[in-house]
């Protein structure tokens, strides 16, 4: 039989005050957040600080829910520009990616390592000359703005890991849907889109939560 370890009360009452002052440690900066949540703008910049509201204010809430910058704006900001990349990324990934994988075309190698470059550039790299580039068309401050700049990487990424995916998918389909009367067009829509599906999923939930990251 095992042999059960008993802790003397007094050693049990140590550690128990150890655990609720370690415990009081973490738990501060939670509890820092919530009360300055509480208090107004003065009284949070206040030296020495205060532990208490002095006047229990709502009006961090209020700004959140009705001000400029509320959470809901936001919240909408996010998912219509998220949303439009996925829809354009979509748009021009996927008939890119397949025309990439199935038609022998000029220059086909250099295009693709031209994409594969672009992955390896950093972000903050681009970020100025788009920024050139939108204050001459523009469209900063505007929807249009970030749109674009995501599209700018997410659409050379969807595209190399969508062609490999084609590259996938017999010919032997496209081949069959021909000698059934379907042409190039009627044979991509028809076969190769629904067939496709799980790698078009999941192009699309980067490109959207790529875009909602960003």
Same mark, same amino acid.
């Given at each position: 039989?095992? #042999?059960?370890?008993?802790?003397?009360?007094?050693?049990?009452?140590?550690?128990?005050?150890?655990?609720?002052?370690?415990?009081?440690?973490?738990?501060?900066? $939670?509890?820092?957040?919530?009360?300055?949540?509480?208090?107004? /703008?003065?009284?949070?910049?206040?030296?020495?600080?205060?532990?208490?509201? #002095?006047?229990?204010?709502?009006?961090?809430?209020?700004?959140?829910?009705?001000?400029?910058?509320?959470?809901?704006?936001?919240? +909408?900001?996010? !998912? +219509?520009?998220?949303?439009?990349? &996925?829809?354009?990324? $979509?748009?021009?990934?996927?008939?890119?990616?397949?025309?990439?994988?199935?038609?022998?075309?000029?220059?086909?190698?250099?295009?693709?390592?031209?994409?594969?470059?672009?992955?390896?550039?950093?972000?903050?790299?681009?970020?100025?000359?788009?920024?050139?580039?939108?204050?001459?068309?523009?469209? $900063?401050?505007? %929807? $249009?703005?970030?749109?674009?700049? /995501? !599209?700018?990487?997410?659409?050379? +990424?969807?595209?190399?890991? &969508?062609?490999?995916?084609?590259?996938?998918?017999?010919? #032997?389909?496209? /081949?069959?849907?021909?000698? /059934?009367? !379907?042409?190039?067009?009627?044979?991509?829509?028809?076969?190769?889109?629904?067939?496709? %599906?799980?790698?078009?999923?999941?192009?699309?939930?980067?490109?959207?939560?790529?875009?909602?990251?960003?």
């Amino acid at each position: 039989m095992e #042999e059960r370890r008993y802790i003397k009360p007094r050693t049990n009452i140590i550690l128990n005050i150890i655990a609720v002052i370690v415990g009081a440690i973490f738990l501060f900066p $939670l509890y820092w957040v919530i009360i300055s949540s509480f208090k107004s /703008d003065a009284e949070i910049f206040r030296n020495p600080p205060t532990f208490f509201p #002095e006047q229990l204010t709502l009006s961090a809430y209020a700004a959140q829910i009705t001000g400029e910058y509320s959470i809901f704006k936001g919240f +909408f900001n996010s !998912c +219509f520009i998220s949303f439009s990349v &996925l829809v354009i990324t $979509l748009l021009f990934a996927v008939p890119s990616a397949y025309g990439l994988a199935r038609y022998r075309i000029k220059g086909k190698k250099l295009f693709i390592q031209s994409f594969l470059i672009t992955q390896m550039l950093p972000a903050t790299l681009l970020l100025t000359p788009m920024f050139i580039i939108f204050g001459r068309f523009r469209i $900063l401050n505007t %929807y $249009l703005s970030p749109i674009l700049a /995501d !599209c700018t990487i997410s659409i050379p +990424f969807v595209v190399i890991i &969508l062609r490999t995916y084609f590259l996938s998918i017999p010919k #032997e389909l496209e /081949d069959s849907a021909r000698v /059934d009367g !379907c042409n190039t067009f009627q044979a991509f829509i028809r076969i190769i889109l629904p067939v496709s %599906y799980p790698g078009i999923i999941m192009a699309a939930v980067f490109s959207f939560l790529f875009a909602w990251g960003i």
